[in-house]
């Protein structure tokens, strides 16, 4: 395992003497309002007849918040079977300390339990009759720095790293070290908070990713290079319908000019 590469001047260039501003999950997903949980329909889109098409569910993506706005647990079901779930910790400051990973390897799904106010079903992953650890990932957080390690389940070091963040609470740089060798990305944002660029560098090259934003801070444009600095892939988003606060509802994937998602969320 390589050990982790420090930048000596990356507390200048971040300022690490002074006290960042952390942004909650919600915040970072540009989610507004008193948020509990939202639930993502996906759907892919299938051509079956010249110049038809259908949309064909292929997961639903289940997410709840904490009270201080940071995501506690995550389901990800394919044909209604809960498949993966992931747990999140967080210390009595907010920031996280442990993230654990379970798939299902049953036919026979979680039962899910019944949020008593608002209804929405979310699943544990205590069922070990039923679910099987994958890796969980243990957080350490001084100042603008967060280190991460992540061992299997049978407790051998998958990867490690560590976050950079600056003063706005936007992650500056990410430092990824596995078994391939290691990844550094850094990440420019504008006066909005929007990241609008990330530069990988790893042992192949620089490789680049673009982001563009409507007026409502909703991502509508994506675009990588790879170490060629060429256009790989080309994404736009294009927005339908918003809630009260201004959360998107529903939005259609384009990808290298084609037309080929339609994601619908449900907000509570």
Request: aromatic letters at 10%; glycine letters at 6%.
């Amino acid at each position: 395992m390589k050990a982790i590469v420090y930048i000596s001047s990356i507390c200048f260039l971040l300022g690490c003497s002074a006290h960042r501003v952390k942004k909650n999950d919600l915040i970072k997903e540009n989610l507004k309002g008193n948020i509990h949980s939202v639930v993502t329909s996906i759907y892919d889109v299938i051509e079956i007849d010249s110049g038809e098409s259908e949309n064909q569910l292929v997961r639903k993506d289940s997410c709840v918040y904490n009270a201080a706005g940071n995501m506690t647990i995550m389901v990800e079901s394919y044909n209604s079977n809960a498949r993966d779930i992931t747990n999140s910790k967080y210390n009595a400051d907010g920031d996280l300390i442990e993230e654990k990973h379970y798939t299902n390897l049953s036919d026979v799904p979680p039962q899910p339990i019944i949020d008593p106010v608002t209804g929405t079903e979310t699943f544990t992953a205590e069922q070990p009759h039923k679910m099987h650890l994958v890796d969980s990932t243990i957080y350490s957080t001084s100042g603008n720095t967060v280190e991460f390690k992540s061992y299997s389940a049978d407790g051998g070091l998958t990867f490690s790293g560590s976050y950079e963040y600056d003063n706005k609470g936007n992650m500056a740089q990410q430092e990824f070290i596995d078994s391939y060798g290691t990844t550094i990305d850094t990440y420019t944002y504008d006066d909005n908070g929007n990241k609008m660029q990330t530069n990988s560098k790893t042992g192949k090259g620089d490789a680049a990713k673009m982001f563009s934003y409507n007026d409502k801070g909703n991502e509508t444009e994506y675009k990588s290079y790879n170490t060629n600095g060429k256009l790989e892939t080309s994404v736009n988003y294009t927005y339908h319908d918003y809630d009260k606060n201004g959360n998107w509802l529903s939005r259609t994937t384009t990808e290298n000019d084609k037309f080929v998602r339609l994601e619908v969320r449900e907000i509570k």
